[in-house]
């Protein structure tokens, strides 16, 4: 009922950016959290930051002040330009999302497929 596709992952040499995309289609009536998780090899998925459907925001405390989350609520797209890449930050970034569909009456958790990003030199 709920798609996210995300785009924008690759590989970037320490200091680099990239910009992450999501964009979420389907029966959607509305989107509440949008945000970003990120799970590296042999650890545990964590959150990289969230933005409520009025526009704040949460980060953890390591991609503070190099990465900044926004959203188009028009268009259902969250993003997540990523500055000063460390190699400390390559994993498998998946896109996250709180959505109330058509034939929901509750908002329900959906997930990307993911999408790469590695750090090196």
């Known amino acids: 009922q709920v798609q996210l596709v995300e785009s924008g992952g690759g590989l970037v040499q320490p200091g680099g950016s990239l910009r992450l995309s999501c964009a979420a289609s389907g029966s959607i009536v509305s989107i509440n959290v949008m945000g970003w998780y990120r799970q590296a090899p042999g650890k545990e998925r964590e959150l990289v930051a969230i933005?409520?459907?009025?526009?704040?925001?949460n980060y953890v405390d390591s991609v503070k002040g190099r990465f900044t989350i926004s959203r188009d609520n028009a268009k259902n797209t969250v993003y997540l330009p990523m500055n000063n890449l460390k190699p400390e930050d390559t994993a498998v970034y998946y896109c996250?999302?709180?959505?109330?569909?058509?034939?929901?009456?509750?908002?329900?958790?959906?997930w990307g497929q993911g999408t790469q990003v590695t750090v090196s030199s």
């Open positions: 996250n999302a709180l959505v109330k569909t058509y034939y929901s009456g509750s908002y329900y958790n959906y």
């Open positions: 933005i409520s459907s009025g526009g704040n925001t």
